[in-house]
């Protein structure tokens, strides 16, 4: 649900009202009893305005193949106890 904005506020904030359409927020003024909603023409997906974040644990090794053995002995022991 949203509330339009008069033409006056939606002016003055024009720029941060297109950035909340942008973001896929409702925005709506009104002007001389119409109201009009403000949609960007294609709509942009959520996934497409995620931001990349590093993910990075101390200590930590990256290596797939020390991983693996590393599963695998934890693997062993749990089936052996079988």
């Given at each position: 649900m949203y509330v339009p904005v008069?033409?006056?506020?939606f002016r003055r904030n024009l720029f941060q009202l297109a950035d909340q359409a942008l973001?896929?927020?409702p925005v709506a003024f009104i002007?001389?009893?119409v109201i009009f909603r403000v949609v960007p023409e294609t709509p942009t997906s959520k996934l497409s305005r995620?931001?990349?974040e590093t993910v990075?644990?101390?200590g930590a090794s990256?290596?797939?193949t020390t991983l693996l053995k590393?599963?695998?002995i934890e693997?062993?022991?749990d089936w052996s106890e079988i």
């Open positions: 008069n033409i006056t506020q973001q896929g927020q002007h001389k009893g995620l931001t990349h990075v644990a101390p990256l290596d797939t590393e599963m695998e693997w062993e022991k």
